[in-house]
């Protein structure tokens, strides 16, 4: 199954925000990457719609982090040696 233009748009804002974290490149180098991504890959996608998907983007990330937080740390914890992860005895799993 094809991926919707919105879903395009965000693998595409995921993989030059990582990339462009890992090659030191300037927000503004990532914002004209990521123009021409819409301009070439994400064509039905208005600049309108492509920044409602940055904003929900953004509130679920904020959002999610917490959550995220909270079940790391019910499921897993560092194990004595400080290098291994392991389940946490709760037995919900």
């Known amino acids: 199954m094809p991926f919707t233009q919105r879903e395009r ?3 595409y804002y995921t993989a030059l925000s990582i990339g462009g974290m890992v090659k030191h490149a300037c927000p503004d180098c990532i914002g004209e990457m990521l123009a021409g991504v819409l301009n070439k890959r ?3 996608l208005t600049q309108t719609e ?3 998907v940055l904003a929900d983007f953004v509130d679920e990330s ?3 982090c ?3 937080d909270d ?3 019910e499921l897993c ?3 004595d040696d400080g290098l291994a992860w392991t ?3 709760d037995d919900r799993l």
């Open 50 to 52: 492509a920044d409602q």
């Open 9 to 11: 748009f965000i693998h």
């Open 66 to 68: 917490n959550v995220m």
């Open 77 to 79: 914890s560092i194990g």
């Open 87 to 89: 389940q946490s005895e």
């Open 42 to 44: 994400c064509k039905s």
């Open 62 to 64: 904020v959002g999610g």
């Open 71 to 73: 079940i790391v740390d």
